[in-house]
């Protein structure tokens, strides 16, 4: 193992910091409901795992020499938490589906029966000579 934080602590800080930062990112990448585009989950799964697997190579593989240390391995974790951030606040805050507007009815006041009978229209009058007629 090359982690030794008094002989060598920015190596091993880096280390450390490379498979922390790769784990963040596959974490959000796995998250389905993370609000994020199928294209910028596979991105961040893909980063992380070059992160974790940088880290692991030079913690545990790795046997001296030189070694490539990205400064946008630590600006780039930054950003992707931001833009997941940013598309959980955009998810909350989108408008929900139009729901149909609901109609709601006037109670109407009971009817006393007289003004029932009252408003009742006319019954028409048979004019046919089917009935009984007086004669005069």
Known sequence: MNLDF???PLFS???VLLIISGFAMIG???MGSSGLSTGWRIFNGVAGVG???YGTYLGFIFEGGTYVIFFKAFI???LMIVNFVRSLANRN???AAPQPPVQFQQPQAPVP???AAEAAPAQPQPTGTSGPTQAG
Do not use: M, N, S, T
Request: proline residues 14%.
């Open 93 to 95: 805050q989108a408008p």
């Open 6 to 8: 008094g002989v060598e």
């Open 13 to 15: 800080w880096y280390v």
């Open 76 to 78: 780039l974790p930054v």
């Open 51 to 53: 992160f974790v697997g």
């Open 28 to 30: 959000i990448g796995a």
């Open 113 to 115: 029966p007289q003004a």
